[in-house]
């Protein structure tokens, strides 16, 4: 893992002293609102419905125990025993006071970890395939690029007054795991045709109000190339952005009123201007980074315990048959912990949670722990012979929800509960779902569905790209929950499409209720996912189930 | 011809503390709307809402908010202001706590 250098150390323990001497000054009265709520969003700090939010990255959610420990920390020490983890790997406290915050930064920096860059019209968090450095359908860790580009990005003197927040994801598998074709820049990782590795480069995607699935600007783009190409979309963008209108600032509608063809042309001209500048430092830098994320060393050993677990134990069979994916060690797998457990605010884990995974991620993990955007927190590297000793460690901290990938394993924006811009609640309709379907138990029958949930428009909660998305409204002052049908947020990213007119939130239980038991009822067999059946049979069977009285007027 | 006024009380965050207050007769922010003033005139709700805005280094983003007349004082129109009276609905954190 990356490990803070002097510059990192300095630069950001300079930042929280900058912060705390701009929150004294506009507790004194020296800044006004208008003055500090800038300096303010630059360091994380945002104002929502009932309180501060403090926003903090965790860069290619990659962390170590001691970060994860200092977190619960913060929890604790600031806040109310807990915290949010967000669908841009990021943890957010809902509670801190003003006065705390340059305190709270100063726990960060003590731990390499910050809040920079996590609002505002600047290059955010940079994100990454959360089984990185794991998986066993990865080309290459993209973590070392990731952390290039973080150190890029932070504090960039071009771009710290772009026209819109600006979002760059990347993975290093053909599976894409990170949703990089709904970000500004999606970086996926290919080999050209002599096996090099490198990527392919996708630009102009995002949801929000006008949901776009990223365009490839460029088939193959070398490693060596990467930084200076970034910067030249970067810069191409910070020029041609529309900052008269808010809703047609971002890189998206760059590319679409441009056009791709002339967009990349400009990319071109610009790269070929700034290319001579890239001497190489960079990728001095980036030899460095690549040291510092050399793979634990596995260790070669039986796994014998862990067959006869899964045999003797349904509860322990059931976890790992839903929670662990493919590692690319013998022996080893990627535990993802579920902090989706049934009726469970999704993405919240109390300061004792956090503990307990820090513990766990030591005695078995390796050390490390990642965050994943569905709002989970993996295990990267365990043997499967500490897997039935981890599961028992899990079950005694509430975190053993055998449920990934599940109808429960729901992405939930905060809403409505929290979010100052939300127009109706995500969290309690997340709740009601997954407990209904606990309480029917056919979740293990249904398999892999992704429900997706968003507050607002904006779509945080990315349920454009849900295989059952909701988007929760405010129809003439009520709660109103619209619902889409077929999105994906994989390599073939779909937008979901609108089934019709939204349900209240006393509907849209039975809505989703309708269209899953449909599913079951139309499926050619139980391997055939939700989204295949969707994909083969297209919107009017959901229809007809979700709006019979429509049906009923037309016969 | 413009929209009849609707009554209405001022609402904002405390600086420091970032929690929702409301404005009363009495030039005071408290966290509970029920003591609020409820305004029913609208070049009232203007003065009120520029005394508000004035409060610079005690409170932040100040607006007016719909309200009626309640059992105990003004009551919010608009769920979503009626969550800003309570707190989330996920924990018992908040004013519907802290009050």
Redesign the interface.
Known sequence: MYVYNDFDEAFVRERAAQFRAQVER??D?SL??DEFRPLRLMNGLY??????MLRVAIPYGTLNPSQMRQLAYIADRWD?GYGHWTTRQNIQY??????DVPDMLDALAEVGMHAIQTSGNTIRNVTADHFAGAAADEIEDPRPVAELLRQWSTDHPEFQFLPRKFKIAITGSPNDRAVTKAHDIGLRMVRSDAGEPGFEVIVGGGLGRTPMIGKVIRDFLPKADLLPYCEAIVSVYNVLGRRDNKYKARIKITVFENGLENFAELVEARYAEIRPAFTGVDLDILKAIEAQFAPPSFRDAPSAGYEAAHLANPAFRSWADTNLAAHKAEGYAIVSISIKKHGA?PG?ATSHQMRVMADLAEKYGHGELRLSHEQNVILPHVHKSDLPALYQALREADLATANIGLISDIIACPG???CALATA?S??IA?EIAVRFDELKLEHEIGPLKIKISGCINACGHHHVGHIGILGL?RA???NYQVTLGGDGTEEAVIGEKTGPGFSAEEILPAIERIVLAYLDLRTSPEETFLETFRRLGMEPFKAVLYPEEKADAA | MSRAFTPKVVTA?R??????VWLTEDDRWSPDMAEAELIADEAHATIRLLFAQGQ??TV??VYLIDAKEGRNGPEP????EA??TR?????A???QVEL
Do not use: C
Request: cysteine-free; charged content about 25%; proline content about 5%.
């Open positions: 506009r507790i009265g006004t609102e104002l929502q419905l009932h309180a501060y109310k809902n509670w801190p006071v003003l006065k605010t919240d409505m509960d929290y609640r969290i309690p709740q405010d002052g009520v709660e | 965050n600086l420091l503390e970032g929690d929702n610079r280094n932040v983003g129109v608009h769920f979503r969550f800003r707190g989330p609905s996920n924990y954190h908040g004013k």
